[in-house]
Every structure is written in C-alpha cells, then in structure tokens.
C-alpha cells in the first residue's frame, strides 16, 4: 500500500510541475510528501531540482516557475 501511495504521490508530483493541476498550498505540499514517505531529498532528486528548493516551495517562500514547469514535458 505505501508503494502504491509513493508511486501516486510522484505521478501527481510530476503533473504539478507540469503545470498540469494547480499547485496545493505550502503546508498541504509537505503533508503530502511526508504521507507518501519521501523525503526532501528524495522528491528533490524525483524533480530534478534541489532540496533546499523543495523546503522553499512548502514553506511559501518560493513555488516552480513557469519553465521550470514545463521542462519535464
């Protein structure tokens, strides 16, 4: 069952980056990557980009750009 949210988790990942879905709010970003028992670093290296970028965007200081967005198309 985790596996299963894991695997949900980066799938939805991947379309928020996308630009696919809206993004959640700051605080609903980490519970939803602390419910699907990533890490910053681990769902940082699963969007190409850095941890210290992924604390930014849960704690509102920062959120993906429109290019950075897209690149995974």
Not at 42 to 57: D, E, I, K
């Amino acid at each position: 069952m985790a596996q299963k949210n894991r695997a949900e988790a980066q799938a939805a990942a991947l379309l928020l980056l996308r630009g696919e879905t809206p993004l959640p709010p700051p605080p609903r970003l980490r519970a939803l990557r602390e419910a699907s028992d990533l890490t910053l670093d681990a769902l940082a290296a699963l969007l190409g980009t850095s941890r210290p970028v992924v604390h930014a965007w849960e704690h509102g200081r920062s959120a993906p750009d429109a290019p950075f967005r897209h690149k995974l198309d």
